[in-house]
């Protein structure tokens, strides 16, 4: 089946406003991630669902920063007041969402390319 | 999290066989090895992963050492197409993958 998508592809915004960031996920996974990935730099955590429910926000950098995902199955992730700093690629990811963690792969998304002006 | 070192860079001539080291000395005894790259612009790709054995696919194979502090990945023929950024990722915690710098492969015509 299709890949796991994310949308808009690319997002320019201005200091100050909110954005919105989708992911659809692999159909029939129930785990999904997020990542964010700044210039030059390896991919840093930010969020891990199983199903509707996040029992890992660790890596969320700041309270501007929050996911949902309803129906198990698209995730939304909202940076409120968006600063410079937030600018980077935003990952998400899916998985299976078994049991034996130490076993999932995940796939990846395209990103999408958040910039704050 | 267990930690992984990788080279930063490494080249590889075309139609040869690109080796990719990766150290991870503090791996536990159930903790996977996973490689995944990354080409420009692009999401990480998964390649393959491996615990103990030896393992291999259509895209690679994946040496781990018998004491599993280290591994390589191995690209048979590298092409063009295979230039990205390599990682080794051996640390799931709560599903987390930890990700590093990686090791940026160019191949060479």
């Known amino acids: 089946g299709a890949g796991v998508s994310q949308s808009p592809s690319n997002k320019v915004t201005e200091k100050g406003k909110d954005v919105e960031l989708r992911c659809d996920p692999i159909?029939?996974?129930?785990?999904l991630y997020w990542y964010r990935q700044s210039l030059g730099q390896g991919l840093e955590f930010l969020i891990y669902?199983?199903?509707?429910?996040?029992?890992?926000k660790s890596g969320l950098p700041s309270d501007r920063f929050s996911a949902e995902r309803t129906g198990g199955s698209v995730s939304t992730l909202t940076i409120q007041r968006t600063q410079q700093e937030d600018s980077a690629v935003y990952l998400c990811?899916?998985?299976?969402?078994?049991?034996?963690?130490?076993?999932?792969?995940?796939?990846f998304g395209p990103g999408t390319r958040l910039l704050v002006l | 999290d267990a930690k992984t070192t990788q080279p930063p860079s490494m080249d590889c001539a075309e139609g040869r066989a690109a080796n990719l080291p990766c150290n991870h000395s503090?791996?536990?005894?159930?903790?996977?090895v996973y490689w995944y790259r990354q080409i420009h612009s692009q999401g990480p790709q998964y390649i393959i992963h491996?615990?103990?054995n030896n393992e291999t696919n259509e895209m690679a194979s994946l040496i781990i050492t018998e004491d599993r502090k280290s591994s390589t990945l191995i690209l048979p023929h590298a092409t063009l197409r295979d230039t990205a950024v390599y990682y080794c990722?051996?640390?799931?915690?709560?599903?987390?993958?930890?990700f590093g710098t990686g090791t940026s492969l160019t191949v060479i015509p």
């Open positions: 990811a899916s998985s299976r969402g078994l049991a034996s963690n130490f076993r999932e792969t995940q796939y």
């Open positions: 159909s029939g996974h129930t785990a």
């Open positions: 669902f199983q199903g509707n429910s996040a029992p890992d």
């Open positions: 503090t791996i536990s005894g159930n903790e996977y």
């Open positions: 491996g615990l103990k």
């Open positions: 990722i051996v640390r799931v915690l709560g599903n987390q993958f930890y």
